[in-house]
């Protein structure tokens, strides 16, 4: 089975504009979770979702925002991005969304802003 | 609040001896543990969890640790290292407690192990 699937890779953005992350949770899971790492930091937590409801949100602005959708796959969006949203972006998927459930990351997207 | 102190950003070790990775939690709660590995442009994969089962955790590749709830630690350790384990290792924790911070992780600032030949 696939693991946690996310898109892009890799990508560059310009200040002020917009961006857009994508990730497809493991099969069977319906927790989605969305975390920032920036280099030389630990992920710091953003947002959770579970059956397609907003469960959980860190200390971040407004500019952030995600959904899941039916399928219980998820994005994350970030508007009018600044230098500081450079970081790599993890996805997380799990069964629930109780806290000893095992969160299972995808690879990331690494955003740098220009 | 929950918050983990990961003692040491980088520790070094020669192949074939013991890996020790701190890591200390703060939480209201009895909580959930995890450690974490990332290799380099990579994303996290775990290596073990402790559930409020068995202290001592088994996890993979060699590694385990022990919940000990009266140093409120979590320490990581492997008897041999291999050149293989050269990564960067995060502790976590999170709290079985419902609420906004339900199933949310709480990260250390990461260790990086550096492994000698």
């Known amino acids: 089975d696939a693991g946690v699937t996310q898109s892009p890779t890799h990508l560059i953005k310009t200040r002020g504009q917009q961006v857009t992350l994508r990730c497809s949770p493991i099969?069977?899971?319906?927790?989605v979770s969305w975390y920032q790492q920036v280099l030389g930091q630990g992920p710091q937590f953003i947002f959770q979702y579970y059956e397609k409801e907003e469960r959980g949100r860190g200390n971040f602005p407004d500019r952030f925002s995600a959904r899941q959708f039916p399928n219980y796959s998820s994005e994350l969006n970030v508007n009018a991005l600044l230098l500081g949203d450079s970081a790599l972006y993890l996805c997380?998927?799990?069964?629930?969304?109780?806290?000893?459930?095992?969160?299972?990351f995808g690879e990331g997207s690494w955003l740098t802003v220009v | 609040a929950q918050s983990v102190t990961q003692l040491g950003s980088h520790v070094s070790v020669s192949e074939g001896a013991l890996v020790l990775l701190r890591c200390n939690y703060s939480s209201s709660v009895p909580p959930y543990l995890f450690w974490y590995v990332q290799y380099p442009n990579q994303g996290l994969q775990l290596l073990l969890k402790?559930?409020?089962?068995?202290?001592l955790v088994k996890g993979i590749n060699g590694f385990e640790a022990e919940f000990k709830k009266s140093e409120t630690s979590f320490h990581l350790t492997k008897p041999s290292a291999h050149m293989s384990d050269a990564a960067e290792y995060f502790c976590?924790?999170?709290?079985?407690?419902?609420?906004?911070?339900?199933?949310?992780?709480?990260f250390g600032r990461g260790t990086q192990l550096t492994v000698w030949p």
């Open positions: 997380a998927s799990s069964w629930g969304q109780s806290s000893g459930n095992t969160i299972y």
């Open positions: 402790y559930t409020s089962a068995a202290t």
């Open positions: 976590a924790v999170s709290e079985p407690a419902r609420g906004s911070t339900l199933g949310r992780l709480y």
């Open positions: 099969s069977g899971h319906k927790s």
